[in-house]
Nanobody
Framework: QVRLVESGGGLVQAGGSLRLSCAAS????????MAWYRQAPGKQRELVAT???????NSVDSVKGRFTISRDNVKNTVYLQMNSLKPEDTAVYYC???????????????WGQGTQVTVSS
């Protein structure tokens, strides 16, 4: 059974920091590109940051310089370090194991249940 379990969300003042964690089980974690998405009230879910199996990272412009994604393939965990938080970062944050395609083989993608991040002004 595949599980992605996020933790680390909460309430923080603007300018503060949080570190989100997502612990994966039931998948070969090291071969997956992992991602963090977020969904604010009344808005569509958006991609925040990704990290490939090789450790290459990317993030959306709105969080560049403030958020850092990382992974630990021994602990099967992906992290999102969030600094200089702003009220507009308020959202439910989800981790995702992105679909893997190796030749004709396709491994499905998986979502976590989400963790709430609230940034007060």
């Amino acid at each position: 059974q595949v599980r992605l379990v996020e933790s680390g969300g909460g309430l923080v003042q603007a300018g503060g920091s949080l570190r989100l964690s997502c612990a994966a089980s039931g998948i070969i974690f090291s071969i997956y590109t992992m991602a963090w998405y977020r969904q604010a009230p009344g808005k569509q879910r958006e991609l925040v940051a990704t990290i490939t199996s090789g450790g290459s990272t990317n993030s959306v412009d709105s969080v560049k310089g403030r958020f850092t994604i990382s992974r630990d393939n021994v602990k099967n965990t992906v992290y999102l370090q969030m600094n200089s938080l702003k009220p507009e970062d308020t959202a439910v944050y989800y981790c995702k194991a992105e679909e893997v395609r190796i030749g004709p083989v396709r491994l499905s993608d998986y979502w976590g249940q989400g963790t709430q991040v609230t940034v007060s002004s």
